[in-house]
């Protein structure tokens, strides 16, 4: 740390209501530790913002210091990008406060709030919004991404769902977007990740969300080729209430599961059914056109219960390398490919998901928000998981390998959260589509010198 960046440090001390953490502080070490193990990031500091006054402060000091600056959420970024080596990380996680209006069926949330926090909050009026499948998750940016989920299908994207946001500027200004204010940069916030702005809250449409129905149905791994010709031709035609992510996984061991099947490679689908729970018979009763099922599993939840049921086996501090795809059909291709790398997963906890994004997702039109996929059907990743930093190598050429060949099979783009390190840039113009140079007039608009390009970054036009 330079004479400079500690002078500057100091007077952020004197300045923000929230700590400032560097290295020679005692927090230092956790603070900045983030959920991906893989990533291993010394900042100058790690600036924890409790309120929209402190991040106002922060942007000014470090813009006019010309310090770098990553901003941190709940800090779920697999690619790490709320670090930056001999920066400053401005870290929203003092902030994880919710307030919910039934009478109005809205939800304002934090920026540094989890979806653990906006689940516990909006679940005692039975509301909910889509977002994400693991309550660890940061609402910021699952929702600056897009964000898709359980709910996806009966009620859209996360960002679909977003009613306005309180952003502070690359100037140290704070605005609100919405549709009636800056709805320029508002149609940006939704898809274009954290280019524009660092959000203090969100406010959100919720919807009547109680007790939802998990449901679960595993076949053997050589049985990819099959389930996944029948889900690709069931999927798109069921019901909205049936959300269903097809998964290829190794049996943990653990409930529900029974001991036999422990440790096995399988195939399968995590459904969420959100109608009448007599009724969800009848909706997966095409499932057994497959065949029965070797392990078949139904309850009823509350909707927390489904958004945590990931927490404890995917734990903070496991080695993690993701990369992802958008899909409007799966190919026999695809089907191959996956089948292929099913039969190989080089972990316990490594995995590959396709998530729906149709059904409510295609309500809106492909320019409505700045996220350009609307005619995709699934939203794809491959992740390489283990609690072994012995095995990060092993995990990334295993994601690689299969993404390489999976992608020609793609639409081209991906869901932004879903982008890994060291991929090439113009995967961030691929993902925007025809949306790119309207996003990067806006970045010129709100942010011209880039000061917010820790990320998945779109410049700004010249």
């Excluded at 992802?324 to 099913?342: C, E, M, P, Q, S």
């Amino acid at each position: 740390m330079n004479g400079t960046t500690r002078t500057t440090l100091d007077t952020m001390r004197d300045a923000l209501r929230g700590p400032v953490i560097g290295p020679r502080d005692p927090e230092y070490r956790s603070a900045r530790t983030i959920y991906n193990a893989m990533i291993d990031k010394y900042p100058a500091a790690v600036v924890r913002c409790r309120d929209a006054a402190d991040v106002m402060a922060a942007v000014v000091l470090l813009r006019d210091e010309g310090l770098e600056c990553a901003v941190r959420g709940g800090g779920h970024s697999g690619a790490g990008l709320c670090l930056v080596d001999d920066g400053v990380t401005i870290d929203l996680s003092p902030m994880r406060w919710v307030h919910v209006d039934p009478a109005e069926r809205t939800a304002t949330v934090g920026g540094g709030a989890t979806l653990h926090d906006l689940d516990h909050a909006s679940h005692a009026f039975q509301l909910a919004t889509p977002a994400g499948i693991q309550s660890t998750t940061g609402v910021g940016g699952l929702t600056l991404g897009g964000g898709h989920g359980h709910l996806t299908r009966r009620y859209g994207l996360t960002a679909d769902n977003l009613l306005s946001a309180d952003v502070v500027l690359a100037d140290g200004t704070c605005v609100t977007a919405s549709n009636t204010t800056h709805p320029d940069l508002f149609w940006a916030l939704r898809g274009g990740g954290g280019n524009f702005g660092i959000v203090t809250s969100f406010t959100f449409r919720m919807h009547p969300v109680d007790t939802v129905v998990l449901a679960l149905t595993l076949w053997p791994v050589d049985r990819t080729p099959d389930l996944l010709r029948w889900y690709r031709e069931f999927l798109p035609i069921a019901p909205q209430d049936l959300n269903g992510f097809f998964a290829a996984l190794t049996v943990p061991p653990a409930p529900p599961f029974p001991e036999e099947i422990h440790g096995q490679k399988t195939c399968g689908v995590v459904w969420c059914w959100t109608g009448d729970p007599e009724l969800l018979g009848t909706a997966l009763g095409p499932v057994d056109d497959l065949g029965p099922p070797a392990f078949r599993f139904a309850t009823p939840l509350p909707y927390p219960a489904l958004q945590a049921m990931f927490d404890e086996l995917l734990p903070a501090g496991l080695q993690w390398y993701w990369r992802g795809n958008l899909f409007d059909r799966i190919t026999d291709d695809a089907v191959a490919v996956h089948a292929k790398y099913a039969e190989n997963l080089p972990t316990a906890l490594s995995t590959t998901h396709l998530y729906p994004v149709d059904g409510a997702a295609h309500r809106l039109g492909p320019d409505d928000t700045a996220w350009a996929y609307r005619d995709a059907v699934w939203s794809g990743v491959i992740a390489g998981i283990d609690p072994d930093p012995d095995n990060a190598e092993r995990l990334r050429q295993w994601c690689v390998d299969y993404w390489e060949e999976l992608h020609p099979h793609s639409m081209g783009g991906t869901y932004v959260n879903f982008m890994g390190t060291g991929e090439a840039p113009d995967r961030v113009r691929a993902t925007y589509r025809d949306h790119y140079g309207r996003l990067a007039a806006i970045k010129s608009t709100y942010d011209p010198q880039n000061f917010f390009h820790a990320n998945q970054n779109i410049e700004p036009a010249a």
